[in-house]
């Protein structure tokens, strides 16, 4: 079996796996949801000739969150958005936060899985840990700015 049909199968045998996307600079490519149901997805990627999985996913935030952040005092902004970097920074999982902290849209994780390490366990741990990563963006936002109505839906792709 190869290395696309073992980790297909694992992605199915937890439920995860959602579709393939015709990729051209990659081997594979997968949506999955987590969790299964959610609407909430994140990419499997072995890009072509890198000998490597990448596990990607990212978070844009809702135009009512970047209002608020940008509607925010310049210091009260710069002291929030370093309170995120600092929380993310000693993850396995890489960041960047895009176009640029100080007008923060989209927040993107990756976590880079070279192929001769790869197993289901770390497939499966990276996978949580992006996941959780989206989860840390979207509840701090919500902690933040949303005070009114705490079971409010989420406004996240």
């Known amino acids: 079996m190869g290395l696309k049909e073992m980790i297909r199968a694992w992605l199915e ?6 579709q393939e996307v015709d990729d051209e600079s990659a081997d594979f490519h997968f949506v999955i949801e987590v969790p299964p149901g959610s609407g909430q997805v994140i990419d499997v990627i072995a890009p072509r000739n890198k000998g490597l999985v990448v596990v990607a996913s990212g978070v ?3 135009e009512e969150h970047y209002s608020a952040i940008m509607g925010m ?6 002291k929030f958005m370093w309170e995120i970097r600092f929380a993310l920074i000693f993850l396995s999982t890489e960041f960047q936060i895009l176009p640029g902290a100080a007008t923060p849209q989209l927040f993107q994780f990756t976590r880079k899985l070279y192929q001769e390490d790869l197993t289901r366990q770390l497939l499966m741990d990276s996978v949580g840990e992006v996941h959780k ?3 840390f963006v ?6 933040r700015f949303d005070k ?3 079971d409010k839906g989420m406004m996240y792709v």
């Open 73 to 78: 005092e310049e210091k009260e902004r710069e």
């Open 148 to 150: 009114a109505d705490s």
């Open 13 to 18: 045998d937890e439920e995860m796996f959602r």
């Open 133 to 135: 990563c989206k989860l």
């Open 60 to 62: 844009k935030l809702s």
């Open 138 to 143: 979207i509840w701090k936002m919500r902690e």
